[in-house]
Nanobody, 122 residues
Framework: QLQLVESGGGLVQPGGSLRLSCATS????????TGWFRQAPGKEREAVAC????????NYADSVKGRFTISRDNAKNTVYLQMNSLKPEDTAVYYC???????????????WGQGTQVTVSS
């Protein structure tokens, strides 16, 4: 299994931006479609975005479309989630996970990291 490590979370005001990173060590991420899901307290897990192994195809949840951008740098074994125009409802723990599909599903037998907290509040 992949060892995924997220970073970049924090506290930001509404309308602000954050960039999350997901890196691996000791293994390569470039063979896998990788994405992000999030979970807020008391809410179900929500898929956010998925990027193909090549980076040529991306898919987003309707709730983040136009505000979030997923990208990857396979030379650095890293996947990013650029989050702009953040809203209080984006507050959640964000997890990087692999593999994912273009339907924004994640395998229960895949890999995910420990999560990074994103809090959007004034």
């Amino acid at each position: 299994q992949l060892q995924l490590v997220e970073s970049g979370g924090g506290l930001v005001q509404p309308g602000g931006s954050l960039r999350l990173s997901c890196a691996t060590s000791g293994s390569t991420l470039e063979d896998y479609a990788t994405g992000w899901f999030r979970q807020a307290p008391g809410k179900e897990r929500e898929a956010v975005a998925c990027i193909s192994s090549s980076g040529r195809s991306t898919n987003y949840a309707d709730s983040v479309k136009g505000r979030f951008t997923i990208s990857r740098d396979n030379a650095k074994n890293t996947v990013y989630l650029q989050m702009n125009s953040l809203k209080p409802e984006d507050t959640a723990v964000y997890y990087c996970a692999s593999p994912c599909t273009s339907w924004l599903t994640f395998s229960d037998f895949g890999s995910w990291g420990q999560g990074t907290q994103v809090t959007v509040s004034s």
